[in-house]
């Protein structure tokens, strides 16, 4: 074989050998390789009962209450789609408000209440002075973007 | 086979060993039917031309060409044509010598009359012991065997008479002055005489030490 | 039921241990040596005991049956089995070459100065790497090897004039038995 | 052209050209970095969300772009120096190696000091952070491979393959965020578009990258020559340089 | 080329035959360190079961650390390395072809021994094929991954932990997504996505690993 | 006549043992109350013919009594009265002797300070041991026996190896054996309890001081026996993974993991069938190292086989010890668990993971060294095993190992909160990762991957147990109790010794130089002269000694007299290194032979940080100390203690 051949032989195997395995993580990527799960998957029965797992979403505005003389916060979460109610018992992160983004881990009970061990926030690559935010909400959008946290439907 | 138009050259060649600039620059070539042996003090870098000849190791600067055609451009051209015994003796120690032989010789797409060989250098006893219980010369024997029945048509073997015996040097000697009048091409770094006809063998001497 | 049975493992381990071990325990010593056994002497080229500009390699051992006596000043075995090898030196014409192993070279010669030489070269392996070749477990070892530097016997441990006349003497009679036939 | 290219991949000529170019590069990084603080620290104001806490992006952002830049540098070098067998290519690689490491370092770090109060962790495996550190272990594998080899030429190649190996790292670590739904934001600046950050707070971020950048370049400049003597250190423009140095003190 | 890949195939599984006793010790560890576990914890099935898949993953990676010290070292210093080097049949191909052969030596075995382990690890018995499909596809990836480490570090006396240095940055990801997949196995999901992850590292590191591993032998043979 | 005292002592004692073991055992069984109360006599009564039996084997040493084959063979007339003395327990015969009385120690040592024990359960305790020690006095008089005679007695007799022969060797084994045996009683209690069908809380606190104590003296024994290769062996190792060395060290490893296991199982009743485990396998590698060490059974095949008598009684013997105690577990364990919750992140994982850890390195130890053995014995070819095979396969498990060490220990029981713990710990943390890279850098010039790691870990682990000390200093520190010094001390100096291993093993400087009387040599910043060699006669030895000035900066700081001697019975020759010790190095050189023409080869190292490893076995043994010493143990078990245990199995 002629180092020509040779060369174009290698060329031709990278380019069908990464071609696949783009294609196979490209498949991948399409499930769910991550243990992440929003609310609408939980409330449609794909995420597993009985083992850990993480929920992202938003914290539904106004649902965050703590019961007084106790650790345990209950809140919900949602996807703009469905709502999922946590509850956590512990110390939050600064950062943690209503209307933001959240990751927490932790196992879905059988009532479908999802007990988390850890909530951490989670943060949008927005960022803007207060007043700007302040401004933008007055005129009706939503400082936070919601298209970080949730995903894609399609 | 066609033998005529055979030749390996090197221009301008610059050798390095970690920090250490062995050699400024080696002009050289070497014909159909030729001999050359390197010799010089240890450490001048005679094993070290010979690899980077083979396209092991690489020069500092400089370059080398197989029938005109720099080697790194058609490697598997030129080394279809190159048989190399090193330092090592490129056998592996759990196969037998026979094993060792047909690997090399499939490997190279031919098939040799191994027993021929085997004879000759007077390996027949023990080819099918492993090659790890041989004796030093033993091996040095199947490792030269393996290039004697490459095939190649350039030889390139750095100390072959080490471990050999003085039989063992004059048939060596033999099979050269076959492998040349048949229009091979040789060389070999060697202490000792080389055994090859004189008026086939160039000596190329190398100054030893800091150049 | 899984659970239960995973306790069982460290016993299971244990019993393939034993099973192994008493393998070991009624194996001929010899046997551990087979695989040198009728095969080429191991090749090794090593510097001579009283002067080691020498090189001595395994081509020692061509055209006669010799014995090679691996031996050390450190070992007591060898202190036991050397008025054996002096007997044979001087009684039979089989000669005797040694293995200078894992020893220091003053030693050595202090040795065979007080105790007398049975040897007819020493080759010196200090650093235990023809041993290895060999399969060398301990001093003393001694091999039987014929002319064609094949190894034909190999005895562990001392040699003793019970050994030397049940296992290497009708060894080297045959084999002088198929020199003498194959010159013939 | 190609002269020009040449003329610049001899030592001594790239030494002469870095020597210049050094304090060009590193004076300017200063008073940026300079600029980009006071800017950054003070001009720019708190976020609506995450208060003063967020300034530390003025430090991760750069270093962490910086991160993966010194890393395609010294991969790239290293592709270079094995296809073309150029020794200059080679210094570069090295001289990023350890500056690149750093930066990575910085990036970690600072993310980890960031995330305590914004996430309320300081560390998270998901895809984002383990393929910085990924990147860290890269760095320092590649140092020590370095390390271990005593032939210069046999280090700069070995090292080389590794490098360019190592590249795969640099998609997945850029893509991990928008890949994996995973704690770490997405990156505010690489959309084409509008960057959603407002334009007081971009401003001192986009001159502390800049300031970044020509500082790594200056560190570079500084790595590359250092390289450059030790390898040279029996040519003669080397001796002479060092004559005249000598004399000139 | 095909012949000239078959034949260092069968050379390299002959040798590795022949030299059984050296594949021993990497399997007899995996066997030590996947054991421990489930005697250690004892009853707590439900600990044993998280803990069970990143053992068994970590176990092998450790493993395979073990065998690939020698993968090269041996031939590089008998001088076969150097004649694979001086062959006219591309130098990646048969490299890849002693990759496949350390594969089917080394790794084979512990995927054949996974299901017993799977077992000690009192995880349930539908989770064998998940567990044995997750290692079947990440394995590969460790042996080709591998292959570029000890081709780079096969000139070096002491070079274990340098390997393992240069190698765990690149098989860390092997490793998370290996033993997720297995976690999701046990408890009987479906795996689908972590293993086209798997194949898609395997396919990848097939493709470019031997490039990289033969590059990596000619510079540690000059 | 003194010789047939002994061995008559040796008989009784043995007809003692069988009483002990099947007695109390069938008292306890049974609820025989009588039978109960001879446990105690007849442990004390065990041990004194034992120690008769090996007064009169030292007595026969001491009286050159040569007409005793064993004394013939390992003793002479011209050898020192105190090699004589541990010539007893130079070979196999007298080391199983003296493997024996230490039995017998530690079984009259359980009978006397076991007042506040129930009674069965010292009877089980003892029973058991009464076993091991009817195996072991079986195997010495009818394989081995010490007191054989000799006939023609000869006029003088072989001489101890000179090997042996220095101070620290006599002392070595005692030490090593009071470890391995003592191991024997954490056995007992295992099985014991095991028989009883009853594990609780309070078993593990018996069992926790004796394993403690046992561990100890065998962490003694082994840096003693680390100090006796680099001082004896004449070319400054102190490790060399060989079989005799592995052999004590696996037990160790074990014990480690038992001691910590055992803290658990005391303070929250985990780990049960774990724990028990450990205690059966301490003592089973104890016993295996005893065989591998003194009956050269396991080192070569060959004298395994040349004498099957004795290979077939020890394997049956461990057969039966080991074989029927892993039964039993296999038949108990699973009904000793309980269902008490522990949180991923807490301690009990930590000690978890650490015994793993541990019982993973001893597993490899093990498999390199019987590895090699196996395929021996198979035919089955070689299998290399070196130093290389240890000290990669060994790193596996001791890294994580050692780097959790420190987040173990200030970790709380139960449940701990990581962010609360990198709030304390990220200082400490970053110091030392910073420290372990710039200071083997700054120090030494160069660091490479594993010293960074290796110096790292080290002092992390060394600052992580000072941490608590430290701020009681400053004031501001929680109540320290005497088990956390014990701890704290215990892992400073693990910490101490992994400094000294890395720096060592990284920055020693060793040159093999030809050199004769005058000439200089400069090695690690320090001049050595050779100044002259001198003829040196010892009591039972001749040799040459060679006089070495070392000055540094122009100021002369010792003299190094290394000598290499001649033995004159066995005639082997010796090399006696001169070393200079000090707490940052040691300067070190041994004689080689000779070159002719006055010049000597000449072997000089400097070794940075040696004493580190010894120094920290030394801190590591006062940690055990203090642990000990802890008056908590011997308490008399209160009712309401007692209850708590109850409640915490229920």
């Known amino acids: 074989m002629t180092p020509r051949r040779q060369r174009m032989l290698a060329v031709a195997i990278v380019f069908v050998g990464v071609s696949i395995a783009a294609t196979l993580v490209l498949r991948a990527l399409d499930m769910n390789t991550m243990y992440f799960f929003g609310p609408e998957e939980i409330v449609k029965g794909e995420a597993p009962v009985d083992k850990a797992f993480r929920l992202g979403g938003l914290v539904v505005d106004g649902s965050f209450h703590r019961e007084p003389g106790s650790l345990e916060a209950i809140f919900m979460v949602t996807d703009n789609v469905e709502i999922v109610t946590v509850s956590y018992t512990g110390v939050l992160p600064d950062l943690f408000t209503e209307g933001q983004g959240m990751v927490a881990t932790g196992m879905l009970r059988a009532d479908g209440v999802f007990v988390a061990d850890e909530v951490l926030a989670k943060h949008d690559e927005n960022y803007m002075s207060p007043e700007v935010a302040k401004m933008l909400e007055e005129k009706g959008h939503p400082a936070n973007a919601m298209d970080t946290l949730v995903e894609d439907p399609t | ?211 | 039921m899984a659970g239960k049975l995973k306790f069982l493992i460290p016993v299971a381990v244990f019993a393939g241990m034993v099973a192994i071990f008493y393998q070991g325990l009624y194996k001929d010593p010899t046997l551990v040596s087979s695989p040198f056994i009728d095969k080429a002497a191991p090749a090794f080229d090593l510097p001579t005991l009283y002067d080691d500009q020498r090189r001595m390699t395994e081509r020692e051992f061509r055209g006669k049956i010799s014995l090679f006596n691996v031996w050390a000043s450190w070992c007591p075995g060898c202190a036991r089995e050397h008025d054996m090898l002096l007997t044979i030196a001087h009684t039979t014409d089989v000669p005797i070459y040694g293995l200078n192993w894992k020893d220091e070279r003053q030693a050595a010669l202090k040795w065979l100065l007080e105790r007398g030489n049975p040897y007819e070269v020493n080759a010196v392996d200090r650093d235990n790497i023809t041993g290895i070749d060999w399969g060398v477990y301990g001093a003393p070892e001694t091999f039987l090897i014929d002319a064609d530097g094949i190894i034909r016997y190999k005895h562990i441990g001392p040699l003793t004039p019970e050994i030397w006349a049940a296992e290497f003497l009708p060894r080297i009679t045959s084999a002088r038995a198929m020199l003498a036939g194959a010159g013939s | 052209m190609w002269t020009w290219f040449h003329k610049l991949a001899s030592p001594p000529h790239f030494y002469r050209t870095a020597t210049v170019l050094e304090p060009w590069l590193f004076w300017p990084a200063l008073i940026l970095l300079g600029i980009g603080l006071y800017g950054g620290l003070i001009v720019a104001p708190a976020d609506y969300m995450q208060g003063d806490g967020y300034r530390i992006i003025y430090v991760h952002v750069p270093s962490s772009y910086l991160s993966m830049f010194s890393y395609v540098t010294m991969a790239v070098a290293s592709a270079i120096g094995l296809i073309w067998r150029m020794k200059l290519a080679f210094c570069v690689a090295v001289a990023c190696a350890p500056i690149g490491a750093a930066f990575t370092f910085l990036s970690l770090v600072t993310g980890a000091i960031w995330g305590q109060p914004m996430w309320g962790t300081w560390w998270v495996w998901d895809p984002r952070l383990t393929s910085q550190l990924i990147l860290f272990f890269l760095y320092l594998g590649y140092m020590f491979l370095r390390q271990a080899l005593a032939e210069t030429r046999q280090a700069d190649r070995a090292s080389g393959v590794l490098a360019v190996v190592g590249v795969v790292n640099i998609p997945i670590i850029h893509f991990s965020v928008e890949w994996w739904n995973s704690l770490h934001q997405p990156a505010s600046l690489s959309k084409l578009e509008a960057p959603s950050i407002a334009a007081d707070m971009l401003w001192p971020l986009l001159v502390m990258i800049l300031a970044y950048q020509l500082l790594m370049l200056a560190l570079l400049m500084t790595g590359i020559r250092a390289q450059v003597l030790e390898r040279e250190k029996n040519a003669r423009w080397v001796g002479e340089l060092i004559g005249r140095e000598g004399r000139g003190a | 080329m095909i012949s000239a890949f078959l034949l260092v195939l069968r050379r390299e599984l002959t040798v590795a035959v022949r030299r059984w006793s050296d594949l021993v010790m990497p399997l007899m560890f995996f066997i030590i360190v996947c054991t421990l576990f489930p005697l250690a914890v004892g009853q707590d099935i439900e600990m044993l079961n998280n803990i069970g898949p990143g053992a068994i993953w970590v176990a092998a990676l450790l493993a395979t650390l073990l065998s690939l010290n020698s993968l090269f070292r041996d031939d590089f210093e008998d001088g076969t390395l150097e004649q694979l080097a001086l062959d006219k049949e591309p130098l990646s191909f048969m490299l890849l072809a002693k990759t496949i052969a350390h594969w089917l030596v080394t790794e084979l075995p512990l995927v054949v021994l996974s299901p017993v382990l799977v077992l000690a690890f009192g995880m349930p018995v539908d989770a064998i094929p998940g567990l044995v499909l997750t290692l079947l596809a990440g394995t590969p990836a460790l042996s080709l991954i591998g292959s570029v480490g000890a081709a780079l570090t096969a000139g070096l006396r002491q070079a274990s932990g340098l390997l393992a240095l240069l190698l765990l940055p690149l098989t860390v990801p092997v490793l998370i997504f290996g033993a997720r997949a297995a976690d999701l196995a046990a408890s009987g999901q479906s795996i689908a996505g972590p293993l086209y992850l798997l194949g898609g590292i395997s396919v990848l590191a097939l493709t470019l690993a031997p490039f990289a591993t033969a590059a990596a032998v000619r510079v540690s043979l000059d | 006549m003194i010789p047939e005292f002994g061995h008559i002592a040796l008989v009784i004692a043995l007809c003692i043992a069988v009483l002990q073991s099947v007695l109390p055992l069938a008292g306890a069984q049974q609820g025989n109350v009588a039978w109960i109360a001879t446990t105690r006599p007849l442990a004390h009564a065990q041990f004194f013919f034992l120690v008769i039996s090996f007064g009169c084997l030292i007595v026969a040493f001491l009286q050159n009594d040569f007409s005793v084959k064993y004394v013939a063979m390992n003793s002479n007339t011209a050898l020192p009265t105190m090699f004589k003395v541990a010539a007893v327990w130079g070979a196999h015969e007298g080391s199983l002797l003296l493997w024996s009385v230490t039995l017998g120690l530690w079984t009259s040592a359980v009978a006397a300070f076991s007042k506040t024990l129930p009674n069965a359960v010292v009877a089980r305790v003892l029973a058991v041991m009464g076993m091991i020690a009817v195996g072991f006095m079986l195997f010495i008089l009818l394989t081995s026996n010490p007191f054989d005679r000799l006939f023609p007695a000869p006029l003088n007799g072989g001489d101890l190896n000179p090997l042996l022969q220095d101070p620290a060797l006599i002392i070595h084994p005692p030490m090593l054996y009071m470890g391995y045996v003592g191991f024997s009683v954490a056995f007992g209690f295992a099985i014991a309890a095991m028989l009883a069908g009853n594990l609780d809380q309070q078993w593990a606190r018996w069992t926790r001081p004796w394993t403690t104590t046992a561990w100890l003296f065998l962490t003694m024994g082994i840096a003693l026996g680390s100090w006796w290769a680099y001082y004896e062996l004449g070319w400054g190792g102190w490790w060399f993974w060989d079989p005799v060395e592995n052999a004590a060290f696996m037990p160790w490893l074990v014990g480690t993991g038992l001691m910590h296991s055992l803290a658990v199982t005391e303070k929250r009743g985990l780990f049960k069938s774990w724990t028990l485990l450990m205690a059966i396998a301490a003592f089973s590698l104890s016993l295996l190292g005893t065989f591998i060490v003194r009956s050269g059974v396991l080192v070569s095949v060959h004298a395994f086989a040349s004498d099957p008598a004795r290979g077939l009684f020890i394997l049956i013997f461990l057969g039966i010890v080991i074989g029927a105690s892993l039964t039993l577990y296999a038949y108990r364990a699973s009904s000793l668990e309980t269902r008490v919750g522990f949180a991923p992140f807490s301690r009990e994982t930590f000690i978890l993971l650490n015994s793993i850890l541990l019982v993973i390195a001893a597993g490899v130890v093990l498999l390199g060294t019987l590895g090699p053995l196996v395929f021996g014995a198979f035919d089955l070819g070689s299998v290399s095993v070196g130093p290389q095979y240890f000290e990669l396969v060994f790193l596996f498990p001791m890294l994580p190992l050692v780097l959790a060490v420190g987040v173990g220990m200030h970790t709380a029981w139960r449940s701990a909160n990581p962010r609360e713990l990198f709030r304390r710990l990220k200082w400490p943390a970053l110091g030392a990762l910073v420290a372990g890279v710039l200071i083997p850098w700054l120090v030494f010039g160069s660091v490479s991957l594993l010293t960074a790691v290796g110096v790292t870990i080290g002092l992390w682990t060394v600052i992580a147990s000072l941490i608590d000390p430290a701020k009681k200093v400053v004031g501001k520190g929680p109540r320290i109790t005497r088990g956390m010094v014990a701890m704290q001390l215990a892992h400073l100096g693990l910490g101490l010794t992994v400094l000294g291993i890395t720096v060592t093993s990284a920055y020693t400087v060793v040159t093999d130089e030809s050199m004769r009387p005058g000439d200089t040599r400069e090695i690690g910043g320090y001049t050595f002269r050779f100044d002259e060699t001198l003829p040196i006669t010892g009591p039972n030895y001749e040799g040459i000694q060679g006089v070495f000035t070392v000055s540094r900066n122009d100021t002369e700081l010792t003299q190094l007299k290394p000598e290499k001697r001649v033995y004159r019975v066995q005639t082997n020759p010796m090399t006696e290194a001169g070393i200079q010790g000090g707490l940052g190095r040691d300067l070190f050189i041994a004689l080689g032979e000779q070159l002719g023409r006055g010049a000597w080869s000449v072997r000089i190292q400097y070794k940075p940080l040696i004493r580190f490893i010894w120094l920290g076995c030394i801190v590591m043994v006062i940690g055990g100390l203090v642990a000990i010493s802890d008056p908590r143990y011997r308490q008399r078990v209160t009712a309401k203690a007692a209850a708590d245990g109850a409640t915490a199995t229920a």
């Open chain 2, 1 to 211: 086979m066609d033998t005529a138009s055979y030749r390996l050259e090197w221009r301008e060649l610059a050798l390095w060993r970690g920090d250490r600039c062995l050699q400024q620059s080696l002009t050289g070539r070497l014909e159909a039917g030729q001999a050359l042996t390197v010799r010089g003090p240890n450490g001048c870098g005679k094993t070290t031309l010979l690899r980077t000849l083979c396209g092991l190791s690489q020069p500092e600067t400089g370059e080398i060409l197989w029938q005109g055609v720099a080697v790194h451009r058609n490697r598997p051209d030129f080394y279809a044509h190159l048989a190399y015994a090193g330092h090592t003796n490129g056998l592996k120690g759990d196969l037998s010598t026979r094993e060792n032989l047909r690997f090399a010789a499939i490997l190279r797409g031919r098939h040799t009359n191994q027993n021929e060989l085997l004879h000759g250098l007077r390996l027949t006893a023990c080819a099918d012991l492993p090659t790890r219980n041989l004796s030093a010369g033993q091996k040095r024997r199947a490792a030269l065997a393996r290039v004697l029945g490459s095939g190649a048509q350039l030889w390139v073997l750095d100390e072959p008479f080490t471990n050999l015996d003085a039989a063992g040097i004059e048939w060596l000697g033999k099979r050269f002055n076959h492998h040349l009048s048949l229009g091979g091409l040789l060389m070999i770094a060697a202490h000792q005489a080389s055994q090859v006809e004189p008026d086939r063998e160039t000596i190329l001497e190398l100054p030893g030490g800091d150049t």
